[in-house]
Each structure stands twice: as C-alpha cells, then as structure tokens.
C-alpha cells in the first residue's frame, strides 16, 4: 500500500528537527514540503497491519498532533486476495 | 528502469501530490486516471465512509473491477478531501479473507453456500408466508437510498412497520433531549461551529481517535496560530486529552453535577445571558409525580431553587471535579466575548442518564446565551454517518416516515401514499416494534405470544451490539438454528 498523509504538528518548533530526521530515516516514508505545520508525507507498506503499525509510530512521535490520510493505493495489497480487512 | 518500478514511482507522486495539496489548502490536485504508462484507466466514484459519524466523502478508485485506490473527496464540505486512518482500510475491507462472498444458509449446525437465486426465494417465501411477522432491523450506515427502499418495502408493500435501526438504542437519549428541549429532533450545531470556537468542550468525547477528520479542523487551526481552548470532561485519558489545555477527570456519570454547578454559578454571579433568558427561554424541572418527556413549568426563581445545591464544592464531592475547574467553565459560559462549542456523543448519549444529560448540556448553553451563532453551539455527534439521514430524515423507524411525518397521523399517511402512488388505507396507522421490542417478540415462542419471525438485518450487527443478548438474541438462536432470519444466515453482499 502506498498512501499520502497530511501530519499536523505541534506550534513547538524546537522539537520539529528531531521529529524530521526520524521521519526522513526511515525507508519506508518519504518527506514532503512543509506547510506551515501540515507536513505531507508519503508511506509504503507492505498490507494494512503494516500500514496500522506505521500510523502508530508516526502519531507516537514528539510533536505530531494528528494524522489525516488524503490517498491510499492498495492494487497490490488485494492482488491476490491478500487484503486483511 | 523497469515497469513495476515505474508504476510504484508514479503513485508516489500520486500521493505525495494528493498529501502536499491537502497541507497548502490547494485544490490543484487531480485523481489520476491512469499510473504511468499503463493502459488500463482507473475510474473513480464517490461513495460514503461508514466508520464513523463524520459521513466523509471518499472517491473510489476502480480498475478491471477491482478497487486499487481510495482517497478523500476535494469537492465535500465535510472532509475537504482528507480521510482519517480507518481509510486505509474502506478500500481494503472489501478483500478480507473473512468476508463473504455468497449467501450461507445454516443447515444444522453448519453454513453451506447457495446461490443468490435460492437466498431470494427462500427469503421471498417466508415473507409471503406472514408479512405481518416480518421485520427489518438496520442502522445509521444504511445510505439514504437503502434505508429509502426498505422503508418503502415495508410499510408501502407489505402494511407492517416493523422496521427499525440500531440508531434507536445509540441516539435515543440524543433525540429525546432534542424534543424536549427545542421540539424538534435536530441538533442544534453544526460542523462548522469547530471552525469558528474560541473553546471546545468535549464532554465525555475523543474525536481525535472517533471522529479524526472532524478534530483535525481543530487541530488545523491551531497549527496556523489560531488560539482555541480545548477542555476534556471524561473519565479516562484519549488521544483528545492530549491536545486539550484542560482535563477534568470525573466520576461516572459525574457530568451531570457539572452542568448543573456551572448553571448554578452563572445565576449566582449573575453572569447567564438575561436577555437571551427572557426572549427565548422557558424553565422545566422534572415532574416526579408524572413522568413526561418535557417535565413540569418552574419559574425562574424556582429554577434557580432546584440549583442551588450544587456549589462548586458540592459539586465537587459528586462529579470528582476540583471546584476551581467548575468555577473555570462557570466563567468562560459567563463570558460573552467568547464563542463556546459542547461536542458530545456516545459517552452521554449512553449512560444511564443520557437524556438528563443531553437536556442539561443544550440547557447550559442557553442559559449562557452561547447559542444559535457561529461557534457558540451544542453539538450532539452521531455515531454512524446516516443516524439523521437514514433513521430520521428516511424515517426508517418503527413510528416514522419520511420527512419527519409519523403513521399515527392520517394525513402524513396520505402524503406517503400519494407519494409512492400506493392506494389509500395501504399504510398501516399501528407504530411497528421499536428495537428491542422486535427483538423481544423475535426470541419469544409464538405459543408464548412471540409474532416475528422473521427479520432481515441490515448494515448492522446486533450479534455485538444489542443489549442484553442473553435475552435479545441467544434464544432465538439456540432454539431455531436452521432460521434463515438469523443474522449469519443473512444473504451478504457478493464480491465483484
């Protein structure tokens, strides 16, 4: 699966930078141009537990306040009945 | 580079795009019809997410029949084209392995596939044989055109209202409170009371994890530097406390003492909005004596009587909420400079008090004249995107049809009839079984005075989330396993 997110984060800029190079170290996620505090981000992940986990992990870092999903491919994930809904 | 690469690169910068144009507020995005240099073109429809009550417009990507794409609606005033994490899986859901893919008829103790031709008639047959002990039991995820054709199926076809949703048992404290206080079942507020609040107080309510897309103007506010109060009364820590100024930790059912302190503490300041007060509002206080849906006339004087045990002290001892936090809500609901947003929605509507508690929260705000403008509004939350549409505004209830018209009324029945070109008298004037009355009559032995036998469910899964399935459910289905009218026997929709 491979989704766009909007991440809301916090007005405490000073926690900002650690919050990027996690996002930005990890493969799986690419990092868009900030807006103001709404951050786009792009995710892959291999089927929707492993979209799950990787939300997570996101609204768990210091300074994201929220999470919106704005598009999900998921011809890959279903291919095959390999959908966990 | 090859082409499986190529493909993965595009919906990147499809998502990216889609993600990037959400964050600057653009609307320059466009769902893109084909990935790369694929020939085969993806189209898109607008459909309903059902997880939540929000009611968010998603657009659905579909290739060679099968869905490969979700994404939120740009064009819908409710999401503005964003969706929460539960879309990830609105696509996904269709392809689980547990899902059904054709009819299953219990036979013993085992389910065995058969074909759509033979669900229907097995289905027609049993209706055929008693309409009159036939009964549809849905939900507020009905779409308005489902619930529209059972509606109709019932009580223009067969002349039996037995039809109801599961929103019966979840916002029956929600309409009451409705009713009795302004006379009419809507909520007062709308969504766009989030985007105009300078406080928002969540009353026993997580919408950053319940209905997100809806916290997330919150949240988007407040990232461009607008200043906004969020205040959590609840009984437990959500992902919402953590982006509110406030929490106040009560008791179960601790609410209602600090609606009733801080109703007492703008009279006793003398900070309640007088003029909203002797234009708009009348006083009503239980009746003990008999019990109503809208109480006994009090005066104001004797209104402020009743209140007057609850101080903040007092109130504290009840609710588990410091008095110094009641005096807080007390004087933002006393400013008049401020707009002030209640949201609420299951953590009211079902506790024991849930009606009480619905009068009580409408009740504050229009004692504090923070009321009928922009931002300054009750605002009752549903739990499901169609418990209006669907279940009220459809009627899809067992007193109801549609447009707010009731059987009871000859006239509502002649309009319904006239509308749907039925002959006059088709429509029966007897109100059908509400919910658990159904159910009832459903696991009642027909020696014993049970007269359903059949229902069909729909969007829902009373399995889960009746009350008292011991008595609602499982005897039915212990004593009569070979029913087709038990839930998992219901036909399911095919995959395509």
Same mark, same amino acid.
């Given at each position: 699966m491979i989704s766009g997110l909007v991440l809301y984060l916090n007005r405490d800029e000073a926690i900002w930078s650690e919050t990027l190079d996690a996002l930005t170290a990890q493969a799986e996620i690419a990092v868009g141009q900030r807006y103001e505090s709404r951050l786009p981000v792009v995710v892959e992940s291999s089927d929707g537990s492993n979209a799950r986990d990787l939300t997570q992990w996101i609204l768990d870092l210091p300074g994201v306040d929220h999470l919106d999903v704005t598009y999900v491919d998921l011809e890959e994930a279903t291919r095959g009945e390999n959908g966990d809904g | 580079m090859d082409k499986q690469q190529n493909r993965r690169d595009f919906i990147r910068s499809a998502a990216m795009a889609s993600a990037t144009a959400a964050a600057a507020g653009s609307t320059s995005f466009s769902l893109p019809k084909v990935y790369g240099d694929e020939n085969s073109a993806i189209e898109w429809n607008k459909a309903p997410c059902r997880f939540c009550g929000t009611g968010c417009h998603v657009q659905v990507g579909v290739r060679d029949g099968q869905v490969v794409a979700v994404a939120g609606d740009r064009e819908a005033d409710v999401n503005k084209g964003l969706l929460c994490v539960k879309g990830y899986h609105v696509g996904a859901v269709l392809y689980g392995k547990d899902r059904l893919t054709k009819p299953l008829l219990r036979r013993d103790d085992k389910y065995v596939e058969i074909e759509w031709s033979e669900a229907i008639k097995i289905i027609a047959d049993r209706i055929e044989a008693a309409p009159d002990r036939f009964g549809f039991y849905g939900s507020g995820q009905w779409t308005i055109p489902e619930g529209y054709a059972a509606q109709k199926f019932i009580k223009g076809g067969l002349s039996n209202n037995h039809i109801d949703p599961n929103a019966r048992l979840c916002m029956a404290s929600?309409?009451?409170?409705?009713? $009795?206080?302004?006379?009419?079942?809507? #909520? $007062?507020?709308?969504?766009? +009371?989030?985007?105009?609040?300078?406080?928002?107080?969540?009353?026993?309510?997580? #919408?950053?994890?319940?209905? #997100?897309?809806?916290?997330?103007?919150?949240? +988007?506010? /407040?990232? /461009?530097?607008?200043?906004?109060?969020?205040? +959590?009364?609840?009984?437990? !820590?959500? /992902?919402?406390? %953590? %982006?509110?100024?406030?929490?106040?930790?009560? !008791? #179960?059912?601790?609410?209602?003492?600090?609606?009733?302190?801080? $109703?007492?503490?703008?009279?006793?300041n003398g900070t309640f909005d007088k003029s909203f007060v002797e234009n708009h509002c009348n006083f009503k206080s239980p009746d003990s004596e008999n019990p109503n849906l809208h109480g006994k006339a009090v005066s104001f004087d004797e209104y402020k009587e009743l209140l007057k045990p609850y101080t903040p002290e007092r109130v504290e001892e009840l609710s588990g909420v410091a008095a110094a936090d009641i005096r807080m809500l007390a004087d933002l609901f006393g400013r008049r400079d401020i707009r002030i947003t209640s949201l609420w929605c299951m953590g009211v509507n079902q506790h024991t008090r849930g009606t009480a508690m619905n009068c009580l929260i409408h009740g504050v705000h229009l004692l504090s004249g923070h009321f009928g403008r922009p931002g300054d509004a009750p605002t009752s939350l549903t739990g499901q995107p169609s418990a209006c549409g669907t279940a009220r505004e459809v009627g899809t209830l067992a007193h109801a049809l549609p447009g707010g018209r009731v059987v009871m009324k000859p006239e509502h029945r002649q309009q319904a009839e006239m509308i749907w070109k039925l002959p006059e008298g088709r429509i029966n004037a007897k109100p059908g079984y509400h919910t658990v009355k159904m159910w009832e009559q459903f696991c009642t032995p027909a020696e014993e005075g049970g007269d359903i036998d059949t229902i069909w469910v729909q969007v829902t899964n009373p399995g889960h989330s009746l009350p008292n399935l011991n008595k609602l459910l499982t005897p039915k289905l212990d004593s009569k396993k070979n029913s087709l009218s038990s839930r998992k026997s219901t036909p399911q929709p095919q995959r395509n």
């Open positions: - | 929600a309409v009451t409170g409705f009713l $009795a206080t302004y006379g009419v079942d809507e #909520p $007062a507020g709308c969504y766009d +009371d989030l985007d105009n609040c300078d406080v928002l107080i969540m009353w026993g309510n997580n #919408p950053a994890e319940m209905h #997100p897309v809806l916290f997330s103007r919150v949240v +988007d506010r /407040r990232s /461009r530097g607008e200043d906004i109060t969020l205040i +959590d009364i609840g009984t437990r !820590k959500t /992902r919402t406390t %953590q %982006q509110c100024e406030h929490y106040l930790e009560m !008791k #179960p059912h601790g609410d209602l003492a600090v609606a009733n302190g801080i $109703a007492h503490l703008l009279i006793e």
